[in-house]
């Protein structure tokens, strides 16, 4: 039996409430000593007739602690009276700051108790919530090191912050109304409203108002449901689905939730929640998918705001143009969103990282951001250290080293100065605060991403080495490292062969995918032109008089029609491609679901609702083969669509018909193609897999083989995941 | 490595081929050499600087709306000459010919030469030609030389930050003239090559202002050339999209074709980076001359080395280099 030990915990141990844990412990069970943060690890040096008590007690973690190893070694030094906690160190930085998290049940009631020193502070928090990646500098995590430094805490809080009974015991941002940061509510000019600025703001949304908000860790702009049409034209987005937040009552009302999705809902990371509507129709103006985008109030200030609210929702999209960074700064807000908002309801406590809202869909990741990262991926990928910089749209970083891997949030579409100035920030912080010194820098085969230059120019700087990873192999080795017949279902990568790829079945075992399927390459009439239009896709599929009457009756002049026509004849500016998503727009196309796209993924997404009330038929599937590849036809299967609709068949059917056969279609190539070598498994990744059809037709294809069907819930399955496929194939291909 | 397509397209794969073409040790004359890979060389001698260049043209169809290989042959001797700041004085024309070639043909290429060279009083003055079996060559290629004379000598990596950047007239007209006329594209009227010898328009925008860098936008288009400007000046460029000069013609073949005009040659046109204060004298001097009515002011030099892009809708893009064909990159 111990009574004595240093005891060394490694993981998810700062801001997360450990030492005042281990303190409380300490008590509990008649401990002496001390406890120090070393930044990624606690050392605690105890004595004590219950130590061993006290060593399983700590071995727990609190609810925010993530913890990789307990070591326990002889104790160091000498007894001490009483037990201490010390200052923070910055010791080794292998572990992690923890993510922001939503308000606690202990803060909200606090907010709501009348006469209580936290009675309506919109900032409320304590150990076990709040914000945290947002607000720091660097590690480890202690107010001097976050934006709450420039907020000196009031003797109250002081308090609260050094009693140990206390659930304020060290919490890193302990404020009140008397010493925390405070709100203010401008007019779309700077000036303030006159009042207070919740209740002021509640009312001014009631009646119509477009309010932009200072959040955790961004700006958001709400409005009511009645002004999201006004919302849109200002945006100048007028398809775009928008995101909602509401009380947990309306979002029952509006959407049908699982038990799982509500767990998700509630979940300390309040990701938005891509839920199915009760009526497929309803809610138009927000959403004319059969999906509705909620997310749960995740704040003290949104529970004031939706106290204070007669809506019970608010439609909250963030600050920012589509592809560009959130808006963080007060300043950029005024100079920016004048014109798009009435007014602004912002606080003064800086926001030191950027923070886009979470995204999830039936359980799989769409955006890892707030809530869900910096995510760390405990995973032996070698001594190295390796930096992935992603693909260009959706891009996040992910920096591996020493054991674990370290993905950014969300980044964006590394397409313009600022969103690459951003990555470029984000790979910057990330590395700064792991103390990353990289070996290895991985970046996609696409020739012109800006991400790609990027990885450039740091391996001159730092006489890394350059590694370049094909987009799907990378989407396969973020799902697994086992050997597998990977399935990668997405919009465009660049292939091997010089050709866009995007429907593709690999097998081996990273680095050795071998590309052994795919869908059949058709031309792309005009490049990234036929993704905007997907009529274009549609006629390059199929160049049929049938098309070109379809696409003359639906307004195509004489002179752009002849011009598509000989576009494609001649091949000029005409790419080729495997892509999914291409064949699905055109498909959208050929429906008349979509004609142009005027956001990520909306030809696809509209299929997709088209279809959800539609009959799947089977209908029969052509492959052959190509160059050792087997290759499923898409012409043929876009040929029976065209078919079907012009004898008159209800869209919804087709519809649901073409998503239907397409799937069956990869899968059954991927289960030839694993039967054929004895592998067990089939992965699948991309962002079609979003599509609940597709996804679960493969699913039940590859499950009714025999064989093993594999996803990632832990990462996004569209390009989200690249960076950290990028890393893990870095870690696995021979220096 | 072997020769392919590519390695003509401009770029970066075309910089590969050219580290080999230009490793030579004797390659500057005591003034502006090779190793610069400016429009063109300068030679002092006597206290006068002597321009020199030269350029081989094949182009395909050599008659095209607008203008012939004729006319680019002896327009792009003398605009990489006007580049340096030099008056074009005399040029040389080598032609290899293929068997079979009409001799009609011929005489309509020459005299088209003729008039090009009269519009900025140089003069041809001296030849040599070539003709080869059917087999070995299936176009004619003509190669021009030109000497000129440059008061001041002009660079392409002259740029301070605070210039003004102005182009004199609209962009794309040529690359998208060639291609519509060669592909059988009907976009509903005529687009026709800009090729024009540039100068007579040079010449007075030199004497209105304090013209700081020039390049003419001929392969890779405006963006090669701006590039190529910021990064031996060793500056960032903001241009303004708004204020692009477009034909709606040129721009609305481009847009059904998902072209960049941008990226697309221009046989007479010049980019040119101007003293703030004598920006609107120069812009007013281009416009005063046929070629430059559409000159515009389109930009702005910075510190930094990208070239970016203001776009009409309030954001901001990267105009990069062309590497060749442009490859989708939309996920
Ligand atoms: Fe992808
Ligand atoms: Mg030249
Ligand atoms: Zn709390
Ligand atoms: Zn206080």
Redesign the interface.
Known sequence: MRTSGTIIIRGIVQGVGFRPFVYAKAREFGITGTVKNLGSEVEIHASGDRFEEFLEAVSRGTPLSQIDSVDVQNLRGGKTEGFTILESNSGSLSGFIPTDVAICDDCIADIFTRGGRYEGYWATSCVNCGPRYSIINTIPYDRERTSMAEFPVCPACESEYTDPACRRHHAQTIACAACGPGLALLRADGTPVAGDPIREAAALLDAGSIVAIRGIGGFHIACTEEAAGVLKCRL?RTEQPLAVMATPEEVERIAVVSDEERRILHSRERPIMVLEKRDPVSHPTISDLHTIGCMLPYTGLHHLLFANLAHPLLIMTSAN?P??PMITDLGVALERLPGQVDYILTHDRRIVNRCDDSVVRDGYIIRLSRGLAPKREAIDLGKGCILGVG????ANISIYKGGFCITSPHVGNV????T?AYLQETAERLGGLTGARYDRIVHDL?????STRYAREVAEATGAELLAVQHHRAHIAATTREECVGIAI?????GDD?T?WGGEVFAGRIPYLDRVAHLEVVP?????????FPERMLYGILPTPEVRDILASRGWSD??L???V??VE?G??V?A?SST?RVLDAAAALLGICRERTY?GEPAMKLESAAYAGKPSAWDLEYRQDGGCEVLSTRSLLAEACRRSAAGGRADDIAASFQYNLARGVAAMAVRAAEERGIPRVALSG?VAYNRAIRETIRTEIRNAGLEFIMNKDYPL??GCISFGQVVYGGSVEE | MKVNLMHGAGGEVMGELLRVITNLEHNNAGGIGLESLDDGAVIPLNGQNIVFTTDNHVVSPIFFPGGDIGRIAVCGTINDLAMMGGRPIALSCGMVIPEGFEVADLERIVASMDAALGECGANLVTGDTKVLERSALDTIVVNTAGIGVAERVVRDNGLSVGDKIIVSGTIGDHGIAIMAHREGFDFGGQIRSDVAPLWPLVEKALAAGDIHAMKDPTRGGFANAINEMARKSGVGIVIEEADLPFRASVRSAAGMLGLDPLEVANEGKVVMGVAPHDAETVLAALRSHPYGRDAAIVGEVVEGSHVVMRTAIGGERFIEPPVGDPVPRVC
């Open positions: 100048g143009l592809g560009y693909p260009e749209l959706n397409r313009n100065p600022q690459l696409h020739p012109q991403f800006l997405d919009g465009v990568g660049y010089a866009i792309m009439p005009g490049g990234d032109l036929a993704t905007r002179i752009e002849a011009v598509l000989r576009q001649r000029l500016n790419a491609t998503g990520d962002g569209g390009d």
